[in-house]
């Protein structure tokens, strides 16, 4: 079955520090990965994809997100976070095959503290 | 850029009634768009895909006479909640295809629906 399992619910970082938020998946072949912020009572915002070719993508507010085929992962990285970049991340997937149908993650909460 | 609204952005109703849920696609078309409901610290799930002139397409365990979707334009999807019962309670959220972009979404900012 295709899935995408965000394994932390909720991780707390300080100001400045670095972080990574985990994202394996479970799918036939090779999806289109995308992750997404939501800030509270807020739409959700994409912050990278990956279609194809360089595993490493950037993304807006200075994520970016590797691709690991061997590991079906695509965690998404930030080499120093922010106060404002408290919100909740979605991983999520798509068909290559045609459709728009996405899979998303249970979400992680990410926490900053001063 | 493109953008999603949803009206309203917060909405109480009681058991039994009613209440419609408005999503648009500001400044492109959208031959289809998409209703996701969120419950508290849960992901989306996908409820259906609204097809601009067609019929509606449920995902497995959406009940299609409770959550009525119409898609009335290539601009305007709604979703009513037929007598509605607290455990409709959520947060809707609808998205539309990024035009020419293949698998991108745009989401609407999302409906709090509270019903007492």
């Known amino acids: 079955a295709q899935s995408v399992t965000q394994p932390d619910i909720h991780i707390t970082v300080s100001e400045g520090a670095s972080l990574e938020l985990r994202c394996n998946y479970s799918?036939?072949?090779?999806?289109?990965l995308f992750w997404y912020v939501q800030s509270p009572g807020q739409g959700l915002q994409l912050l990278l994809k990956y279609f194809s070719g360089d595993t490493l993508v950037q993304g807006i507010k200075g994520f970016e997100a590797e691709f690991k085929r061997s590991q079906s992962s695509f965690n998404l990285r930030k080499p120093s976070v922010h106060w404002s970049d408290a919100a909740e991340y979605f991983c999520a997937v798509a068909p290559t095959t045609g459709g728009f149908k996405t899979i998303f993650g249970a979400g992680t909460r990410l926490f900053v503290k001063a | 850029g493109a953008v999603v609204s949803q009206h309203p952005s917060r909405v109480i109703c009681k058991s039994g009634t009613s209440v419609k849920i408005e999503c648009r696609s500001l400044?492109?078309?959208?031959?289809?768009m998409f209703w996701y409901r969120q419950f508290p610290k849960k992901s989306l799930m996908l409820m259906a895909t609204s097809n601009e002139g067609s019929k509606a397409t449920y995902e497995q365990g959406v009940e299609k006479d409770k959550f009525l979707i119409n898609h009335a334009s290539l601009t305007l999807s709604t979703l009513t909640v037929t007598s509605a019962h607290p455990e409709d309670s959520s947060f809707y959220i609808c998205?539309?295809?990024?035009?020419?972009?293949?698998?991108?979404?745009?989401f609407g900012p999302g409906t709090r629906l509270t019903v007492t």
């Open positions: 998205s539309a295809p990024k035009p020419g972009q293949a698998y991108e979404q745009y």
């Open positions: 400044d492109f078309q959208a031959t289809t």
């Open positions: 799918y036939g072949a090779t999806p289109y």
